[in-house]
């Protein structure tokens, strides 16, 4: 399995990035997509979580602006990011868990996307 991510870049505060997290393999089943976050000198932090019957938790940092999302037949999760502010400058990563097989099953992290906000 191989997970590849997208949309990160850089943009003035008030404005929206859409980051992806896409999975590549056999892939029968994944359990749960989880966003994280590090900036600099900062612990990695959740961000968005999403399981695979659609129920989301959300660090109280980004809720109401971040919306976590998954597309179960492209093994893809997305997440959308609104009114961001230079306090959410980080590298975000896609992290999935429990990620079945015909091999069984394992977590796997994407290799993380910068998000940079400028004031």
């Known amino acids: 399995v191989q997970l590849v991510e997208s949309g990160g870049g850089s943009v003035q505060a008030g404005g929206s990035l859409r980051l992806s997290c896409v999975a590549s393999g056999n892939i029968f089943s994944i359990s749960r997509t989880e966003w994280y976050r590090q900036g600099p000198g900062k612990e990695r932090e959740l961000v968005a979580s999403v399981n695979k019957r659609g129920v989301t938790n959300y660090a109280g940092s980004v809720r109401g602006r971040f919306t976590i999302s998954r597309d179960d037949a492209k093994n893809a999760a997305f997440l959308e990011m609104n009114i961001l502010n230079p306090e959410d400058t980080a590298k975000y990563y896609c992290?999935?868990?429990?990620?079945?097989?015909?091999?069984?099953?394992?977590?796997?992290w994407g290799q993380g996307t910068q998000v940079t906000v400028s004031a």
């Open positions: 992290f999935l868990v429990r990620v079945v097989t015909e091999d069984g099953w394992s977590d796997y």
